[in-house]
Every structure is written in structure tokens, then in C-alpha cells.
């Protein structure tokens, strides 16, 4: 056996099933290892390792195991990086083995060698180390994997190509060797019984009180409606738990922040005791007034306990467990008023949500395309968002329920994941149906030579379907509207502008199916006929870009339908806001808005 049959050997041991990769020479004794191993765990072969990477966040985040991925030395290595901080930054489990130069010319300005230790050593911060001999692969495969578990992170583990090919030998009883063993055992952290006795006086003694959960609450969902329907309160949700609470319970107002929603707004801006469960969400500006509200956070990173707000108890421990814990020292709330409030704001808020889904736009509005998937979306949906106007959309429209899944990249915010995330998610769950949402910049970016790794792997899913629905305006839209709403800078067209691609008949080109929608009649049936089919398919949706993102904290329908219809060269309807556009946006603005907003807004 040598070195790299063992590596695959013990990746089996850890049951890994998918290694997302793409080969060359620095890994040339891996790649020959998964030949004898009959492909054991399965090489799920990516265009580019960046994608590689994505793919492992994305089966990680909707399996919950560590994501595996593999690329070769120098700039293999380096392409993994995005993907490796995508998975660093949302807490997301992923382990990357990357090939190296031979022992014999480290240090020697080799080809291809880099200082993958320097480079990495950010990125793989809790656990990057190099193979120099067989007897550490125990060690470090297993150290990689528990670090990878124990503390939501990415490791990584360096491979020189010739100690690949080494005889494989185990670390014996003897001085300076290092045994290891497989495995990992549950755990759940819970605070101290006077902390958390703390925080329930906290949130007794509230009257309006406000929850916001992350996707550190997914595993706490019964608990969290039961904390909620105890203290009367509403939910609001940080863009990566969407998933961890259905949307269609009356009190969940919904996503927070610039991506978010009136209600999470209000719920934020009314209330005078906050719980946070699971979350690290940034923008302290959304959370309350810091006079304004007593606050508990639980978190079971230690790391990432106190930070936002000024809480008044912080419980570290598992989201579930905590809860649990507190659940019977809270008192019940008989006044349903707050509670009530919050339900009409959130009524509300879906009927504007319609009324704008419903606005006309040229040649489509991409709320209404969104929209229009909504009540669409199978009972076991998994849905992926990219970043640009595709997450403002998928933020607001989308109301995930029962079994449904989704995600982004939450804290990079970077561009191009939403593809690979979707195949990653395939892997994951073969059985279950997955829609991208992609902007046309994040599709041309990573999405279209993706398309290539669902034709190639889609007769293994069970349930072939892989929507990509392409948001197609021909402009980096959230950039533009940033450099509108806090520059005050027109569009800059060099920078802006995207050529129109027929995506729609590439994916046809190689085997998929596709239709371009130019036609708001045309949406419905696009969907319907999408989600039917028996092979990935892609919906090249023709969209409008002056339709901006809102922001979450004013009611700007009839002011917002004026600027589009000003940039669409609509004269009369302009003038309305030469002749007192100020004016009607203080008008709209809710009273008591927080310092700062009325510059933004205006």
C-alpha cells in the first residue's frame, strides 16, 4: 500500500463519499490510487478548482459532513482559495488535500512550488500542515477531519508528490511517533444554570420582545418556535438561517438588513429585549438602538460570543440544548399585542411583496420571476442564491418551508457560487430537486462552464432536476444601484455593462435543456416546464435593471416606480420627483428612523 492509497483508505474510514476536484501532476499519486480504489470516495470532477472548492461548501452546507476537496500544487492550489474563505467565513466544514513539489526541490524556486504554508496559513489557520513522511497521515488526516467538525473550518493538509508514492508505513510504539485514532464524539456544549437563569430574567422582565436566529439555530427549530410562542415574540432571520425557521409562520418577519424586510426592520427598531441565537450577523446599524433594548446572545462559539451589541448575558452552548435549558424559567406572555403587531406587519409585508411582483417592468421584473417560483417550489427544494440583486430576490420572495433548503455565500459575498453550490447540493441529496438563482455577471463569472459538470454527472441523481434560472439585465445591477443610492454616480457603462449571452441555447448545446423568457406571460410556464424536466435546465429570464433593490426600513413602491420609470425616459411620471421628491421620501419614512438613514434614503 502506499502513501495514497492509505489517504483514500482513511478518507473511506471517515466516510467521505465525494472528493471535488481537478487533477494535475502535484497529485499524480493520488489520481493513480483513486484508479486502484475503483474511484472510492467518488473524484466529482469540477472545470476549475475554485469551483472544486465551491462544490465542497455547498455539499457540506446541505449535508452537514465536511466537504472534501482536492487540487494540485502552485496554482491549483491557489485557485482553491476563494472557495476554501467562502467556507472559512460561513462557518462551513471543509478539509483540502493540495499536492506539493518533491521533498528534494523545496526550496529550490522548483516549478510550480509555492510557500503553501505562508499562503494557506490564513485561510487553514487552525490546522495546515505537510507530509513528510507516512508515518503522520494518521494524525493528520484525522486532526484535519475532528478540527474540520470541532470548530466549523477549514483545514488543510499539504501533499509532496513523491512522499505520495512512498511504501505506506503506521507510526509504531515508539518515541516521537504519534498514533491516532478515527472518529469523533457528540458533543453539546450548555452555559452555567446561573447564566442562563440570568437570561431568563432578562427576557421575563421584556415586553416586546424580539428574536434573531442564524444558521447556528438549524437544529433548534421546535425549540425556537416554542421560545417564540412562550415570550410572545417575533423571529427575524440573518441571510444564512432563511433556511433554519419556516417563513410561512405568521411571526417570522423575515430576512434582516439591507437584503431584508419592513417587518425585521420594525421588529428591531419597536422592541425592547433581544435574543440572538446562532448568529453573527454584522450590521449593528439593524439591530436595535443601543439604549433601547436588554439583550441575551447564545452562541456556541466562544469566539463568537458578545460581539454586535452590548448583550447583557452571553450563553455559550449548543443552540437546542440551550434552549431546552432555558425554556422553564421563562414565563409566559399573556398580552399578545406585540405579538399581533408583528403578525399584521409581516401580513403586510407579503402584500407589498405582491403589489411589486406585480409592477410592469421592460421587458420583465425580476421580482415577479422570483415571486412566481415561490408557490412553486417543491415541498424538498433546495435553492441557491449568488450574490448581486439574485440575493435581494431570493432574500425577500422566497418563503422557505417544511424540508426546504438554502443557502449563499453569507459573509464573502462572493460572486459565483450559486452553480457550484447547486451541484455540490446534488451530490449531496440526489433525490431532492436544486434551483440556482444567478445573476448574468455571477453566471458568466463561474456558472456557464459549470453547466459542462451537471451534463456530465446528472444521469447519476436519482431526481435529475438542477434549475438555473439566469437573471439576465446585462449589468452588474447591485453594483450599479450601490454606486447610485451612496456615491451618486450614474451608471459607468465600462464597468457595468454585460454582453447578452444566449444561455439558454448553450445549455441545449451540451446536452441540457433550456428557454430564454422574454414575456411576463412567459414566466409561469418557464417554471412549471423547468421544474418538470428530466435533466438539468437552464431559464435565461430576461429582466429588467432598473428595478432596484428596496431598502428594508421605508414603504418607497410609488417613489421607486417614478425612478424607474425616470430611467426609462418616462417624462411625466419624472417630473413628479423634480417637483418634490425630498419631500414625499420624508414624508414616507417611518417616524423615529435611526440617524443616518435619511441621507441613504434620499
Known sequence: ??????????????????????????????????????????????????????????????????????????????HLLNGLYDAKLDHVPVVALVGQSNRSAMGGSYQQEVDLHSLYKD?????????????????????????????RTVTAIILPADVQELEYSPPTHAFKMVPSSLGMGRYAPVPADADVERAAEVLNAGEKVAVLIGQGARGARAEVEQVADVLSAGVAKALLGKDA????????????????????????????????????????QFLPEFDQARAVQIDIDPHMIGLRYPFEVNLVGDAGETLRRLLPRLHRKDDRAWRETVEKNVERWWEVMERRAAVGAHPINPEYVVHALDGRLPDDAIITADSGSAANWYARHLRLRGRMRGS?????????PAVPYAIGAKFAHPDRPVIALVGDGAMQMNGMMELITAAKYCHEWPDPRLVVAVLNNGDLNQVTWEMRAMSGAPQFEESQHLPDVPYAEI???????????????????????ALASSRPFVIDFRTDPAVPPIPPHAELDQIEAAASAVLRGDSDRGSMIKQGFKAKVQEMLPSGRRRGDGPRTE
Not at 449563499?408 to 459565483?416: I, K, V
Request: glycine share 10%; hydrophobic share 40%.
Open 507 to 529: 445549455a441545449e448545446r451540451i446536452g441540457l435543456e433550456g428557454v430564454r423568457v422574454e414575456k411576463p406571460e412567459q414566466v409561469e410556464g418557464a417554471w412549471e416546464r
Open 245 to 284: 425557521l419556516p417563513d410561512d409562520l405568521p411571526y417570522v418577519t423575515g430576512s434582516i438588513g439591507l437584503l431584508g424586510t419592513r417587518p425585521s426592520y420594525e421588529l428591531m427598531r419597536d422592541c425592547d429585549t433581544l435574543l440572538v441565537i446562532g448568529s453573527s450577523f454584522p450590521y449593528s
Open 408 to 416: 449563499l455565500s453569507g459573509t464573502l459575498a462572493t460572486m459565483g
Open 123 to 151: 485561510v487553514a489557520s487552525d490546522f495546515c500542515e505537510t507530509a513528510t513522511v507516512p508515518e503522520q497521515l494518521p494524525n493528520l488526516i484525522d486532526r484535519a477531519f475532528r478540527t474540520a467538525y470541532a470548530k
Open 1 to 78: 500500500m502506499k502513501v495514497s492509497d492509505y489517504i483514500l483508505q482513511r478518507l473511506r474510514e471517515w466516510e467521505v463519499e465525494h472528493v471535488f476536484a481537478y487533477a494535475g501532476d502535484g497529485i499524480n499519486g493520488l489520481l493513480a490510487a483513486w484508479g486502484r480504489a475503483d474511484n472510492r470516495p467518488k473524484f466529482v470532477q469540477s472545470r476549475h478548482e475554485e469551483m472544486s472548492a465551491f462544490q465542497a461548501v455547498g455539499y457540506a452546507k446541505f449535508c452537514g459532513k465536511v466537504g472534501v476537496c482536492a487540487a494540485t500544487s502552485g496554482p491549483g492550489a491557489i
